[in-house]
Structure formats: C-alpha cells, structure tokens
C-alpha cells in the first residue's frame, strides 16, 4: 500500500468509505462563473485530516477572496490538504491556482492540482492519472518526479477500454465489467499482464477482420499499480470508491 491512500468519494460512499479507515477527499466547494465559492456539499463529521476539495463550475472571473475563504474553511475543518479539480486552461482558472498555490505555500498548506495546470503552480503537488494505454507506468511516474521532485501524486484510476488497431484514438471505447467478460467469452480471447502498463489485456478480431486491443484493470493490477507507484517514490495516491473498494484493509 502506498505512503497515503485517499479516497474520493460522494453521497453515501462517503459514509461507507469512512469505514476503511483512511482519509478521504471531500469535493464540497465549487467556484462559481463570478469567481466566488458555492457549497455543493457538507463534508463529513471527521473532516479533521481529510482533504477539501473545490472544482471549477466555470469560474469567468478572478476572486482573490475565494483563496482566503479554502484555505479559512480547511483550517477551520483540520483539513490535511486542499485540492483544487481545476482543468481548463483559461486566465481565471489560471490566476486562481498561481493565487492559491502561492497562499498556501505561505502556509504551510498542501495544495494538489492537476498535471495539466502543473505551469500554474510552484509548490503544489500534481497529479497524474494512471490510466495510460502505452509505454510504462514507471518511465511515466519516474520522468514526472524529475520533473517535479517530491511533487508528484497519483490518480489511480481503473482502465476498461477496447481500442481498434492500429489505436489512433487514445481513449479507445469503454466497457463495463460485464461488456468485457462477454467479449472475451464470445472471442475465445487469451488474457495477458502487461508488466510495462500494470494492466491486463486481449486481442480480437471482429466480423469486419479488425484488430482489437482491450486493455483493463483489476483488484490485482491496482494493487500492481500502487506496488510500481510507491517504488518510484509516488507519496500520495488518490482513489474513487468504490472502484477501489478491494485494494482496503476494511472492505466496507
């Protein structure tokens, strides 16, 4: 199991989350196009040593307030961290991080934002997600911690996609746990273990003579996952519940 497991979950897998014992990210703020904060959630009753979480509802403007108000409410909650769901590439959502990051610095306060805004920010930790389809999980997490030393966590997410070949679209199409079982019965495919992508994986041919690749995961391939994470020196990983819910000490 890595350094820290935090769990991202919503609604009533919160409440069931909090059995397993480990720390969870709550998502209850948001920032509105106006730039203010808007409360979607109420975080749970042991908010203390958890992470706050606020995304991005379409923020259009710059509220230097905003900053103030995360960081008094994590501090008021005993938050471990805060962490900002904040993707676009625009000039508030850009303003905002530059803000944050800076003011939680100050602070001493652990800020995450995602890899994609990883230019907006001097401090805070990345994250990068796990469900890559090509090269190696290793070489992806070991050039990233160069890149940013000690500043790099991990979105561990759980891959089920069947790619035609040759894969000119990297997101592939997704299947369900149920979808993948029948495709795999029907085509008689053989199942194998990436050890480069931590993942399992079969190929097929449909009735049009086309190539398949489906990639996907399982309790064990996470776990692989983590095992490859925490070699490289990966601290923080964050997981959603209940996709996770057997990688636990305490299943709830």
């Known amino acids: 199991m890595p350094q820290e497991f935090i769990l991202v979950c919503a609604g009533k897998d919160g409440a069931r989350a909090q059995k397993s014992g480990l720390p969870r990210l709550h998502l209850s703020l948001g920032l509105r196009p106006d730039g203010g904060l808007r409360r979607l959630t109420l975080p749970g009753p042991d908010g203390a040593g958890c992470y706050l979480g ?104 759980p891959v089920s996609r069947d790619f035609l070949l040759p894969a000119a679209d990297p997101e592939g199409v997704p299947l369900s746990a149920d979808e993948r079982d029948a495709l795999c019965a029907r085509t008689g495919a053989q199942t194998f273990f990436s050890r480069e992508l931590c993942a399992r994986y079969f190929t097929y041919m449909d009735s049009a003579a086309n190539g398949h690749f489906v990639l996907f995961d399982d309790a064990d391939t996470l776990r692989e996952k983590c095992r490859c994470l925490e070699a490289v020196g990966v601290r923080q990983v964050f997981a959603r519940y209940p996709d996770v819910r057997p990688l636990l000490p305490v299943s709830p």
């Open 54 to 157: 606020v995304c991005d509802l379409g923020m259009e403007r710059f509220s230097a307030s905003a900053c103030a108000q995360l960081i008094e409410e994590a501090q008021r909650l005993g938050a471990a961290g805060l962490a900002a769901d904040c993707e676009r590439d625009s000039a508030p959502v850009r303003e905002f991080l530059a803000a944050l990051d800076s003011q939680c610095a100050a602070r001493g306060l652990p800020l995450f934002v995602p890899l994609a805004r990883a230019d907006c920010v001097q401090n805070a930790i990345v994250i990068a997600d796990t469900a890559i389809s090509g090269g190696s999980l290793r070489d992806r997490f070991g050039a990233l911690l160069r890149r940013y030393p000690g500043r790099v966590a991990a979105d561990l997410r």
